[in-house]
């Protein structure tokens, strides 16, 4: 994993589509954005990237990525830094 890819939670819309194979009523559809929530690592990337990349996993040995997700920065609502917490080892 590159030393500069960061933690954080990305909220973004992304598109809908109703897949059960059955009619609906016009009145039932409504103009709701499908909110969704990505945990992972951010992908440090160009600041002219129409993407926002992040991945969930990733190799320190040979800096492999794993389950990669680009989002469009136009869908993006919101990127919140996690940060992780460093436990100090208890002296015995």
């Keep these: 994993m590159a030393g500069l890819d960061k933690p954080v939670l990305v909220i973004w819309h992304d598109a809908y589509a109703r897949v059960n194979n059955e009619w609906i009523d016009r ?4 103009d709701e954005p499908c909110v ?3 945990v ?3 992908l440090a990337t ?3 990237s129409k993407h926002l990349t992040v ?3 990733g190799s320190r040995e040979d800096d492999d990525v794993d389950n990669v997700i680009k989002i469009p920065r136009g ?4 990127v919140i830094p996690l940060q992780i917490p460093h436990h ?3 002296k015995r």
């Design 88 to 90: 100090k080892k208890r």
């Design 55 to 57: 991945y969930q996993s």
């Design 36 to 38: 969704i929530q990505t």
């Design 75 to 78: 869908m993006v609502q919101k």
């Design 46 to 48: 160009g600041p002219k």
């Design 40 to 42: 992972g690592w951010l």
């Design 27 to 30: 009145t039932e559809l409504t």
